[in-house]
């Protein structure tokens, strides 16, 4: 595979304007598309998680010439100040030092390993990296996020930090955005994102979710929209339609987070909905065309998604940033 171009060192200049004007000027008027070889790990033989999803959704980016090389972004690991915005120093410690209890780690999903501890860093700096550009320019990607079942003290569902409550707290607690948006079509309710949010008026949380899916106990977000299982297309693209442009008309959000999640289509292993991948594909052009006409800024992150075959994942993926593209640059 070919390498992610470099950049530099995000210790050091995560938040600098000099750092951010750099890496603006290395992509030039293109969809940022943030990506590191580090978001794949190992994991045991037969894990239901998808790590391949990575590193083919970038190799057909380019394939389909929606992407070449000089769009994607190093993902940069984030400090121990970003993660803190939204994690305990406790929770921080145990994961970079490998100390989880079994229990956490069944809770979790994943096993621990050096490799996860860099692997989810760069996660969360990939979101911060991809706000910040979007705030710049409009709209940017990164190939990874989502990660909505991370509380402050705790992983859970594949979750090990919690990107998007990292970085809107520490955009928030800087400055930079006085409100935000997160809107969460992954079938799962985010749950952390829920909890982390609880208490901040600032940022509003929007969940559609699977009513008899995980997380087994529910959190209260900003609105739930509860669908039950087998739902299809005409039912949640019509209640979509309804619920989110009074949302960013009445909250006005000065940051929008997408969590594009795939496992809303028919057939997937953890999922429970029966989306077709048509379905897929104007939900997302409407949740992009929606944002992008109101002129918000937007990062579109991964969110789940566990197909048995890895093809429909892919498609979608490709076709929503094909479409973002067109709208922002």
């Known amino acids: 595979m070919r390498q992610v171009k470099k950049n530099y060192d995000f210790e050091t200049f ?19 598309l943030i990506y590191s070889d580090v978001y794949p790990v190992p994991l045991p033989e037969n894990h239901r998680f998808p790590m391949r999803k990575y590193a083919l959704l970038r190799e057909q980016l ?9 769009d ?52 969360v700096g990939g979101t911060w990296q991809a706000s910040i550009f979007a ?28 990107d998007i409550g990292c970085t809107a707290k520490h955009l928030l607690a800087t400055g930079k955005v006085n409100k935000v948006l997160v809107v969460d079509l992954d079938v799962h309710q985010g749950n952390g994102n ?24 529910k959190e209260r977000s900003s609105l739930d929209v509860e669908f039950p299982a087998f739902t299809r297309d005409n039912a949640y693209l019509t209640t979509l339609q309804d619920v989110l ?27 429970k909905f029966s989306l077709s991948l048509e379905g897929v594909k104007q939900r997302d052009k409407f949740v992009i065309q929606s944002v992008h006409r109101r002129n918000k800024p937007m990062v579109v992150v991964m969110g789940g998604g566990y197909p048995q075959n890895l093809n429909d994942l892919l498609r979608a993926y490709v076709e929503a940033y094909r479409f973002a593209a067109s709208l922002y640059y």
């Open 194 to 217: 829920a909890a982390i949010f609880a208490d901040e008026p600032r940022v509003f949380t929007l969940s559609f979710h699977c009513k008899d899916n995980y997380p087994l106990k």
């Open 245 to 271: 442009p009074p949302i960013l008309t009445t909250f006005n959000p000065d940051l929008v987070y997408y969590i594009a999640g795939m496992d809303v289509m028919d057939g997937d292993r953890l999922g």
């Open 62 to 70: 380019m394939y389909e010439g929606v992407a070449d090389e000089n």
């Open 135 to 162: 705030l710049k320019n409009g709209l940017a990607v990164t190939l990874a996020g989502g990660t909505h079942h991370a509380f402050a003290d705790r992983g859970e569902g594949f979750c090990v930090f919690n």
């Open 14 to 32: 995560a938040n600098s304007d000099s750092f951010l004007s750099i890496q603006l000027i290395l992509i030039g008027l293109v969809l940022p």
């Open 72 to 123: 994607f972004i190093l993902a940069q690991p984030a400090s121990r100040e970003l993660i803190l915005a939204a994690h305990t120093p406790e929770y921080w410690d145990k994961v970079c030092t490998l100390a989880l209890s079994p229990q956490e780690e069944r809770r979790l999903g994943f096993p621990q390993s050096p490799e996860l501890v860099v692997r989810s860093r760069a996660s």
